[in-house]
C-alpha cells in the first residue's frame, strides 16, 4: 500500500496514517448500548459469523464479546491447481465496562448477523463471574 504514495508526497506518510485508521475502523464491530430503567440491551453487528464462532461473558464489571470468522472454499473433487487463491479471516473483540449487572440473568440472542444481549440491572455489586449461552 505504501508503494501508491509517491515519496515526494508532502504529508505522506500522514496520509497513509488516516487510510489505515480508515481501514481498521471499518473492521470494528458495531456495537450500541442503550439504557433502560431496568436494564442494558446491547446490539453488535456481526454480519457473516456463525453462532458458534461467538463468546461473550461479563467478568468483573466487563462484558466482552469476541467473534472469529475463517473462511475457506476447497472440495476434495476439484483436480484444478490454484494460479490465485485468497483466504479471508477476520477477529473481533469488544470490551465494556457496565457495572451493577445480575449475571445470572443475561441473556444473549444472534439473529440475523446481529446479537442481542439483554443485561438485566442488579441490585447488588461484584457478583461472579458467568459465561453466556447465546441462543
Not at 483436480?79 to 449487572?101: M, N
Amino acid at each position: 500500500m505504501a508503494n501508491l504514495i509517491p515519496r515526494d508526497f508532502a504529508g505522506g506518510e500522514e496520509l497513509l496514517g488516516k487510510l489505515m485508521n480508515s481501514f481498521w475502523q471499518e473492521r470494528q464491530m458495531n456495537t450500541d448500548i442503550k439504557e433502560y430503567e431496568d436494564k442494558y440491551l446491547v446490539q453488535a453487528d456481526l454480519p457473516g459469523i456463525k453462532k458458534e464462532n461467538i463468546r461473550v461473558s461479563y467478568v468483573n464489571n466487563t462484558l466482552t464479546i469476541s467473534a472469529a470468522q475463517t473462511e475457506t472454499t476447497e472440495t476434495e473433487e476439484d483436480f484444478g491447481h490454484y494460479l490465485r487463491k485468497e483466504r479471508s479471516s477476520s477477529a473481533y473483540q469488544r470490551t465494556f465496562t457496565i457495572t451493577d449487572i445480575d449475571d445470572e440473568s443475561i441473556k444473549a440472542v444472534f439473529e440475523d448477523g446481529v446479537l442481542t444481549l439483554t443485561l438485566p440491572k442488579a441490585s447488588y455489586k461484584d457478583a461472579p463471574a458467568k459465561n453466556i449461552p447465546i441462543e
